[in-house]
């Protein structure tokens, strides 16, 4: 049964499709998770909370509004969101899992990160029936913005996909120019330092971004993508474009989005599934890009057992920051989870080439 048709050259999931029809099988999704605005606020002292995370989102696919992330010291992660944000519990990997978990009505809801200035108010009730409260004002300032990769799957236990969550605008709140006032119920939090001056400056450990650019790879994969014609240069399958090299094989995968391209570039091709036989390995490099920024990288194998092709994606590589500034650089080589966090990752699964399906999952490695 065809589980969603895409195009009339495209489609997903069909076990119609036989190894001599002109069809080229693909075990990778690549898709966006978009969020117009961030900040993660850090606390010291606090025997429940971690972190706060407010998030704006505005797109078809989160809706419209405010959601915040409530970390917790049992890394639980509580999830509060506004009538007309779209959350799904299947695809959130937190921490060690989620805990409150429930849509409300907030009782303050502006965010604003303007190019010079950080505005934030939002306040709701949670379900112990304390009212959280979050005030940051920033004051504009001249600061040049820089961009960094979230280690936002450095804590996750048993992933459910591969997401990057690369952060454009990114920043610190100045200590000197920013008022930052959190409270749940009748306790203030108090929020961290940085341990580094920016710009000579004092910042909280509350960092913001303006534009984030968010990927994700194999999100709970269950369905191959099958291009029912012969390679051409390039197709669009299911919002990706992907183009194909003179050998017929996969050359790229990419999104562009509100003027940011998300790569994934195969350094020899990958190949067709249909097309690999039992008497060798297929294995190939890959490289991740977002914003022509090159964020990791590693290899694939793929190797045939009759019906069935044993799929390995392996994330090796690690971040390698270009444009923060030294001290943050050396700050990230010192607490090398910021850079390496990404090669924990690999994705192991099945294809069955007769049903034409896939069952995998991500895993983190040992390290």
Same mark, same amino acid.
């Given at each position: 049964?065809?589980?969603?048709?895409? =195009?009339?050259?495209?489609?997903?999931?069909? +076990?119609?499709?036989?190894?001599?029809?002109?069809?080229?099988?693909?075990?990778?999704?690549?898709?966006?998770?978009?969020?117009?605005?961030?900040?993660?606020?850090?606390?010291?002292?606090?025997?429940?909370?971690?972190?706060?995370?407010?998030?704006?989102?505005?797109?078809?696919? $989160?809706?419209? *509004?405010?959601?915040?992330?409530?970390?917790?010291?049992?890394?639980?992660?509580?999830?509060?969101?506004?009538?007309?944000?779209?959350? #799904?519990? !299947?695809?959130?990997?937190?921490?060690?899992?989620? *805990?409150? &978990?429930? @849509?409300? @009505?907030?009782?303050?809801?502006?965010? =604003?990160? /303007?190019?010079?200035?950080?505005?934030? @108010?939002? /306040?709701?009730?949670?379900?112990?029936?304390?009212?959280?409260?979050?005030?940051? #004002?920033?004051?504009?300032?001249?600061?040049?913005?820089?961009?960094?990769?979230?280690?936002?799957? $450095?804590?996750?236990?048993?992933?459910?996909?591969?997401?990057?969550?690369?952060?454009?605008?990114?920043?610190?709140?100045?200590?000197?120019?920013?008022?930052?006032?959190?409270?749940?119920?009748?306790?203030?939090?108090?929020?961290?330092?940085?341990?580094?001056?920016?710009?000579?400056?004092?910042?909280?450990?509350?960092?913001?971004?303006?534009?984030? !650019?968010? !990927?994700?790879?194999?999100?709970?994969?269950?369905?191959?993508?099958?291009?029912?014609?012969?390679?051409?240069?390039?197709? @669009?399958?299911?919002?990706?474009?992907? =183009?194909? #090299?003179?050998?017929?094989?996969i050359s790229r995968l990419f999104i562009k989005e509100n003027q940011i391209t998300y790569e994934i570039y195969f350094c020899s091709g990958f190949p067709n599934l249909l097309n690999i036989n039992e008497t060798e390995v297929n294995k190939g490099e890959w490289i991740f890009n977002i914003d022509r920024a090159k964020?990791?990288?590693?290899?694939?194998?793929?190797?045939?057992?009759?019906?069935?092709?044993?799929?390995?994606?392996?994330?090796?590589?690690?971040?390698? +920051?270009? #444009?923060?500034?030294? /001290?943050?650089?050396? &700050?990230?080589?010192?607490? /090398?989870?910021?850079?390496?966090?990404?090669?924990?990752?690999?994705?192991?699964?099945?294809?069955?080439?007769?049903?034409?399906?896939?069952?995998?999952?991500?895993?983190?490695?040992?390290?």
């Amino acid at each position: 049964m065809l589980s969603k048709e895409i =195009e009339s050259n495209t489609i997903i999931d069909s +076990p119609s499709v036989k190894e001599s029809d002109d069809a080229f099988v693909l075990p990778i999704k690549l898709a966006l998770d978009p969020m117009k605005h961030l900040i993660v606020i850090s606390f010291k002292g606090s025997d429940e909370y971690e972190m706060l995370e407010p998030q704006l989102f505005d797109d078809k696919i $989160n809706g419209k *509004g405010i959601r915040v992330l409530r970390y917790r010291r049992d890394k639980k992660v509580d999830v509060y969101w506004q009538p007309g944000v779209n959350v #799904d519990p !299947a695809t959130l990997s937190l921490g060690d899992g989620i *805990g409150d &978990f429930e @849509e409300t @009505e907030f009782i303050k809801s502006i965010f =604003e990160i /303007s190019s010079q200035q950080v505005y934030v @108010e939002v /306040s709701f009730v949670d379900k112990q029936k304390r009212i959280v409260n979050i005030l940051i #004002d920033e004051q504009p300032t001249s600061k040049k913005r820089m961009s960094f990769l979230a280690p936002v799957g $450095n804590d996750i236990k048993f992933p459910k996909q591969f997401f990057l969550a690369y952060m454009l605008d990114f920043d610190f709140l100045l200590k000197r120019v920013t008022v930052l006032d959190v409270s749940i119920g009748d306790k203030k939090l108090n929020p961290s330092n940085f341990p580094l001056l920016r710009n000579y400056k004092q910042v909280y450990f509350s960092r913001y971004s303006g534009r984030s !650019a968010i !990927a994700t790879l194999n999100s709970s994969l269950k369905n191959l993508i099958i291009i029912e014609s012969k390679p051409s240069e390039s197709i @669009e399958v299911e919002g990706t474009n992907v =183009e194909f #090299d003179s050998s017929g094989k996969i050359s790229r995968l990419f999104i562009k989005e509100n003027q940011i391209t998300y790569e994934i570039y195969f350094c020899s091709g990958f190949p067709n599934l249909l097309n690999i036989n039992e008497t060798e390995v297929n294995k190939g490099e890959w490289i991740f890009n977002i914003d022509r920024a090159k964020i990791t990288g590693g290899s694939y194998s793929l190797t045939r057992k009759g019906k069935n092709v044993d799929f390995k994606l392996d994330v090796s590589q690690s971040w390698k +920051p270009l #444009d923060l500034p030294l /001290s943050f650089r050396v &700050f990230t080589w010192i607490n /090398s989870f910021f850079r390496d966090w990404p090669s924990t990752y690999i994705w192991e699964s099945t294809v069955d080439l007769e049903n034409m399906t896939i069952a995998g999952s991500w895993k983190r490695k040992i390290k």
